[in-house]
């Protein structure tokens, strides 16, 4: 009898190491195709829909124009929201509201197009109020509007530095601050903030934007933690890593006027896998968001629980992105000696 049972709790061991080591080869192979972090996947999977939860709320989109902002227009109008179209380029939100009335059922009167400049921090009180005047109120605010960098920190003007930090964050900051006592009077709202992965981790070639970046993080980290009085006002900021976009191409260099070089066809996120996510996150009230393909993912989680791990690779990537730069080679990650397109 006893040979039975030892027999039996032999199998019973055997098998459950098993099923463990099935489980992790799983989670293994999940991560390894995983494009998002693993709350916000969750929630992709199980969580609201966008279509049902979205549909007729009032969402302000900065930097509405081009690239990710375009894109959460398109997604947004699909989903039935009333949407504010804001960036300095009056003539493509045009554009966009066109597109958003030809995809959608979305009538001319439910999209506002309202040309913005955040560096014109004295026009947002005026803008605000147009936006609630407009609709009555404002149910998701989207700071999207930004630029980025790419230029050695030795070689650039510290202007550039200065305009990094007065467009990416203050001008953000003071949107914020324009909107946010709307939304505390009603006790409801959601204020997302698109980050990227700079804001997590270091980034060369980038000194200003990951520093701007930074302080973002800092400031809606600290912002959301003045607010537990008011849990129906989400604060969320969106970490993305390489997207399809134009940000590149409109890119602070060493000088302010200075364009950028010429960015090569690399693999990159499609921004409408981003969107969805984003999206699939604002619905489900995921307060961070991080949103890459792999290998970027995965340097997300190692900033986050291996610190010493993650400076390793990237002082190894940092060395071959300023060897590339230097030598006239697309300096992105996701290919490391690929030339640049004349």
Not at 27 to 38: H, M
Not at 162 to 182: C, D, I, R, W, Y
Request: charged share 20%; with cysteine; glycine share 8%.
């Amino acid at each position: 009898m006893r040979v039975v049972l030892q027999g039996m709790e032999s199998c019973t061991v055997s098998a459950l190491s098993c099923f463990i080591a099935f489980c992790l080869l799983v989670c293994l192979i999940g991560f390894i195709f995983a494009d998002a972090d693993v709350t916000l996947l969750w929630a992709s999977l199980t969580g609201q829909r966008p279509e049902r939860k979205l549909k007729g709320l009032v969402v302000w989109i900065t930097g509405a124009s081009s690239g990710i902002g375009e894109e959460l227009a398109y997604q947004l109008a699909k989903c039935g929201s009333r949407l504010i179209l804001s960036a300095r380029r009056e003539d493509e939100l045009h554009r966009v509201k066109r597109h958003c009335l030809e995809t959608s059922e979305l009538k001319d009167e439910d999209i506002l197009v309202l040309p913005l400049d955040l560096l014109e921090r004295r026009s947002h009180e005026t803008k605000t109020k147009t936006v609630i005047g407009y609709f009555g109120h404002i149910d998701i605010l989207i700071n999207n509007g930004g630029r980025s960098q790419r230029s050695l920190f030795l070689e650039t003007s510290v202007d550039v530095c200065q305009a990094l930090m007065e467009l990416n964050f203050l001008g953000t900051v003071s949107l914020t601050k324009q909107v946010l006592p709307h939304m505390t009077q009603r006790g409801r709202g959601s204020i997302v903030t698109v980050s990227s992965l700079f804001g997590l981790t270091a980034a060369p070639l980038a000194t200003g934007a990951s520093a701007s970046k930074h302080a973002l993080q800092g400031f809606f980290n600290s912002l959301r933690t003045e607010l537990t009085d008011y849990p129906k006002i989400l604060i969320s900021t969106v970490c993305p890593g390489p997207i399809q976009s134009q940000i590149a191409k409109n890119a602070f260099t060493a000088e302010i006027n200075k364009p950028p070089p010429t960015v090569g066809h690399l693999k990159r996120m499609p921004t409408d896998r981003c969107v969805r996510l984003m999206l699939v996150g604002i619905s489900n009230g995921v307060k961070e968001m991080w949103i890459s393909q792999q290998p970027m993912l995965l340097l997300y989680y190692a900033w986050q629980y291996a610190p010493t791990f993650a400076w390793s690779v990237s002082d190894s990537l940092g060395r071959k992105w300023v060897q590339n730069f230097k030598a006239g080679r697309d300096a992105d990650s996701a290919n490391l000696t690929k030339q640049k397109t004349s």
